[in-house]
T-cell receptor, first 112, second 115 residues
Framework: AQSVSQHNHHVILSEAASLELGCNYSYGGTVNLFWYVQYPGQHLQLLLK??????LVKGIKGFEAEFIKSKFSFNLRKPSVQWSDTAEYFCAVSAGTYKYIFGTGTRLKVLA | GAVVSQHPSWVICKSGTSVKIECRSL??????MFWYRQFPKQSLMLMAT?????????EQGVEKDKFLINHASLTLSTLTVTSAHPEDSSFYIC???????????FGPGTRLLVL
């Protein structure tokens, strides 16, 4: 069965630190990849997505992600986090059915 | 663009009653709408997929008679939790996609508390 793993469940960083959140999926075919963010009390918002082309994808708010097909990974990065980045981050994968499989989420806390 | 609303944002009901949650795509036509359930500090679990004008497709383990889904128009889907029980208390989130788009846009969620 297809699955999505986010190995970091909780991450605590100080402001200005660099961020990398891992996302790995298990599916051998063509996939579409997404990162969503859920700020406290708010709905999921799309950060970025990858369908094809350049494997380095830039999203909103300074986030980027790199698709490494050989590693089945789509890690999220930000060079310098801010307190306002405190949120929960979800990786999602779809594989031709429009349905998403979500990872378990990573709670990021940024200390001011 | 791509705004999805849900109503109500929260609801408290007595055990045994039914609760209807609406999901609307405000500025696009939603070919497909999805209903998720999110438990505290957990990820989103897909409950069902609904296409306008056809029956919903439920994920394994989701009771279709318990969670009735109607997708009567390209901008509205409803989830009715029938004969709600305390274990149905949860955060229900809908999402929508339009046309050939892969991207889903999410509503703000509805928190249901069954007493």
């Amino acid at each position: 069965a297809q699955s999505v793993s986010q190995h970091n469940h909780h991450v605590i960083l100080s402001e200005a630190a660099s961020l990398e959140l891992g996302c790995n999926y298990s599916y051998g075919g063509t996939v579409n990849l997404f990162w969503y963010v859920q700020y406290p009390g708010q709905h999921l918002q799309l950060l970025l997505k990858y369908f094809s082309g350049d494997p380095l994808v830039k999203g909103i708010k300074g986030f980027e992600a790199e698709f490494i097909k050989s590693k089945f990974s789509f890690n999220l990065r930000k060079p310098s986090v801010q307190w306002s980045d405190t949120a929960e981050y979800f990786c999602a994968v779809s594989a031709g059915t429009y349905k998403y499989i979500f990872g378990t989420g990573t709670r990021l806390k940024v200390l001011a | 663009g791509a705004v999805v609303s849900q109503h109500p944002s929260w609801v408290i009901c007595k055990s045994g009653t039914s609760v209807k949650i609406e999901c609307r795509s405000l500025d696009f036509q939603a070919t497909t709408m999805f209903w998720y359930r999110q438990f505290p500090k957990q990820s989103l679990m897909l409950m069902a997929t609904s296409n306008e004008g056809s029956k919903a497709t439920y994920e394994q383990g989701v009771e279709k008679d318990k969670f009735l889904i109607n997708h009567a128009s390209l901008t509205l889907s409803t989830l009715t939790v029938t004969s709600a029980h305390p274990e149905d208390s949860s955060f229900y989130i809908c999402s929508a996609r339009g046309g050939s788009q892969e991207t889903q846009y999410f509503g703000p969620g509805t928190r249901l508390l069954v007493l």
